[in-house]
């Protein structure tokens, strides 16, 4: 197959029935083994050519995408979903540090490092820990 795109005059005339795949060709010749020729007595008598096998894949048709009415409602509402995702994300994100970060200045509380965040889960646990042993006695 030579041309990566086919010009507009090669297409059928009918758009829905497709684009036909001519069928692939693949031809093997066989090679002679080394037993045989070697079992020959004498190396002045020609070898006998093989034939070779030819090999056809069936054909295809290839159906194009058919335009029709969804198709505009479909890409405005995939962009619309895409959009209020993205900005709804980014909002959120920005709304959630800043009241964070106003909650902190009005109480006067400082920001938890991650390493006192874990002390204090671990903390919780072995709190906890405790009072189940002093359960089980």
């Known amino acids: 197959f030579d041309e990566a795109y086919l010009p507009f005059q090669k297409f059928p005339a009918d758009a829905n029935r497709g684009v ?22 004498s190396n002045t008598t020609p070898t006998k050519a093989l034939p070779s096998i030819t ?5 295809l048709l ?7 009415m969804s198709m505009p409602f479909n890409v405005i509402s ?12 980014l909002i959120n ?5 800043g009241t964070e970060s106003v909650k902190r200045d009005l109480t006067g509380e400082k920001e938890k490092r991650p390493l006192d965040k874990l002390k204090e889960k ?3 646990k ?11 006695k």
Not at 126 to 136: F, I, P, Q, T
């Open 93 to 97: 994100i920005l709304v959630r540090r």
């Open 62 to 68: 290839l159906l194009p995408p058919v335009p029709d």
């Open 78 to 89: 995939l962009s619309c979903t895409l959009w209020a995702f993205v900005l709804g994300s």
């Open 20 to 41: 036909d795949v001519f069928p692939a060709r693949a031809t093997f010749t066989p090679v002679p083994s080394p037993s045989l020729s070697s079992s020959s007595s």
């Open 55 to 59: 090999l056809y894949s069936p054909s």
């Open 126 to 136: 072995g709190r906890k820990l405790k009072e189940k042993v002093r359960w089980m």
């Open 122 to 124: 671990l903390q919780e």
